[in-house]
């Protein structure tokens, strides 16, 4: 039932929604405190490529 294909889906799945909350709270913060706009697209760039990291790792580690 639970296959290496349906773990990876889930990886990509969840990489997905936590990259959609990051970016709805970056936009959220920038809206709220404009001057910080440029640390807020830093801080956003580098968790966004943590999480695709972690899906990627995740990926890899199953080996079809």
């Not at 970056?26 to 801080?43: C, D, F, Q, Y």
Request: proline letters at 3%; hydrophobic letters at 65%.
């Amino acid at each position: 039932m639970f296959t290496k294909a349906f773990a990876v889906a889930l990886a990509a799945l969840g990489g997905g929604i936590g990259i959609g909350i990051l970016g709805a709270k970056a936009a959220e913060a920038t809206g709220r405190n404009p001057g910080a706009a440029t640390p807020i697209l830093v801080i956003s760039i580098i968790l966004a490529a943590l999480i695709e990291g972690i899906f990627i790792l995740s990926a890899f580690a199953v080996g079809f």
